[in-house]
């Protein structure tokens, strides 16, 4: 959420089924602290939010907004009324972050998206203690020319571990004559080395079309963050901002996404253009 100096800060909002009966915390549940962590100086936003069964603690990155830019940072939180900042993960200008909620190869591996003057594209970092990162590796480049996902690409909701793999929805940015279109994709990640890239869509699989969707404060705009996963482990609420106005929820399906992904996607995940330097 953002006051209106234009200062974001992140509020919980609570529902008994996922869906209506919403009820907001009456004052913001974790704002930024620029007197300590001056990288959160104009701000807290995007929080991508992972559960860690064995800690059974949930960790939350989202970007801490400063002078220097945006950044990646981390919190964690076992009830979501009381939060441990950890700090930055990532320095400027990077976002779009997400943890994977179980560690690989005794590691943990975060989704983000380092950015330059040119592109922005997706890559994996690995961590011995969620403090000091390293291993930087491309995960998905963003497309060139036409595409709906060209130029710019970042993480949508932490990824979704299926028995087929990493189920991982971004969202695509192009820029044309009145502004950027902001539409959503899937790719598949193999699931014990998500370095490895199984299959990626070549259309996008959703984006503004409802009024709320294409009139905002930014518009044009599905972006999402959030998600869970029903009693059946297949049915997927996918919670998103709509033209950075209002949050909104889709409804799909696991076994849907992957079998739509096995017609419209491609082995091939990027193209062999040259990747700027992290």
Same mark, same amino acid.
């Given at each position: 959420?953002?006051?209106?100096?234009?200062? @974001?800060?992140?509020? +919980?909002?609570?529902?008994?089924?996922?869906?209506?009966?919403?009820?907001?915390?009456?004052?913001? @549940?974790?704002?930024?602290?620029?007197?300590?962590?001056?990288?959160?100086?104009?701000?807290?936003?995007?929080?991508?939010? &992972?559960?860690?069964?064995?800690?059974?603690?949930?960790?939350?990155?989202?970007?801490?907004?400063?002078?220097?830019?945006?950044?990646?940072?981390?919190?964690?939180?076992?009830?979501?009324?009381?939060?441990?900042?950890?700090?930055?993960?990532?320095?400027?200008?990077?976002?779009?972050?997400?943890?994977?909620?179980?560690?690989?190869?005794?590691?943990?591996?975060?989704?983000?998206?380092?950015?330059?003057?040119?592109?922005?594209?997706?890559?994996?970092?690995?961590?011995?203690?969620?403090?000091?990162?390293?291993?930087?590796? +491309?995960?998905?480049?963003?497309?060139?020319?036409?595409?709906?996902?060209?130029?710019?690409?970042?993480?949508?909701?932490?990824?979704?571990?299926?028995?087929?793999?990493?189920?991982?929805?971004?969202?695509?940015?192009?820029?044309?004559?009145?502004?950027?279109?902001?539409?959503?994709?899937?790719?598949?990640?193999?699931?014990?080395?998500?370095?490895?890239?199984?299959?990626?869509?070549?259309?996008?699989?959703?984006?503004?079309?409802?009024?709320?969707? &294409?009139?905002?404060?930014?518009?044009?705009?599905?972006?999402?963050?959030?998600?869970?996963?029903?009693?059946?482990?297949?049915?997927?609420?996918?919670?998103?901002?709509?033209?950075?106005?209002?949050?909104?929820?889709?409804?799909?399906?696991?076994?849907?996404?992957?079998?739509?992904?096995?017609?419209?996607?491609?082995?091939?995940?990027?193209?062999?253009?040259?990747?700027?330097?992290?």
């Amino acid at each position: 959420m953002e006051d209106r100096r234009g200062i @974001s800060h992140l509020s +919980v909002a609570r529902s008994r089924n996922g869906i209506d009966g919403w009820i907001i915390d009456p004052e913001p @549940s974790f704002v930024s602290d620029p007197v300590n962590h001056p990288e959160e100086l104009w701000g807290i936003e995007d929080p991508r939010i &992972t559960y860690f069964e064995e800690l059974d603690e949930y960790f939350i990155t989202y970007t801490a907004f400063g002078k220097s830019g945006p950044s990646v940072a981390i919190a964690s939180t076992k009830d979501f009324v009381f939060f441990e900042r950890h700090g930055l993960m990532m320095q400027a200008d990077d976002k779009d972050a997400a943890l994977f909620p179980r560690k690989m190869k005794g590691e943990y591996v975060l989704v983000h998206r380092p950015s330059t003057a040119q592109s922005a594209h997706m890559w994996l970092s690995y961590s011995p203690d969620m403090r000091n990162w390293g291993g930087h590796h +491309v995960l998905l480049r963003a497309r060139k020319g036409a595409w709906w996902d060209a130029n710019k690409i970042g993480l949508g909701p932490p990824p979704i571990e299926t028995d087929q793999g990493w189920l991982v929805l971004y969202h695509g940015v192009r820029k044309h004559a009145s502004g950027s279109l902001y539409r959503v994709g899937i790719a598949l990640l193999d699931l014990e080395d998500p370095t490895k890239c199984i299959r990626r869509g070549d259309s996008w699989i959703f984006g503004p079309e409802a009024s709320y969707e &294409t009139m905002g404060d930014v518009n044009n705009v599905v972006f999402p963050t959030g998600f869970t996963v029903d009693d059946d482990n297949d049915t997927l609420r996918i919670y998103y901002g709509a033209a950075d106005t209002s949050i909104c929820l889709i409804t799909s399906s696991i076994s849907h996404l992957l079998d739509w992904l096995k017609e419209d996607g491609k082995d091939q995940c990027s193209s062999d253009e040259d990747v700027d330097q992290f």
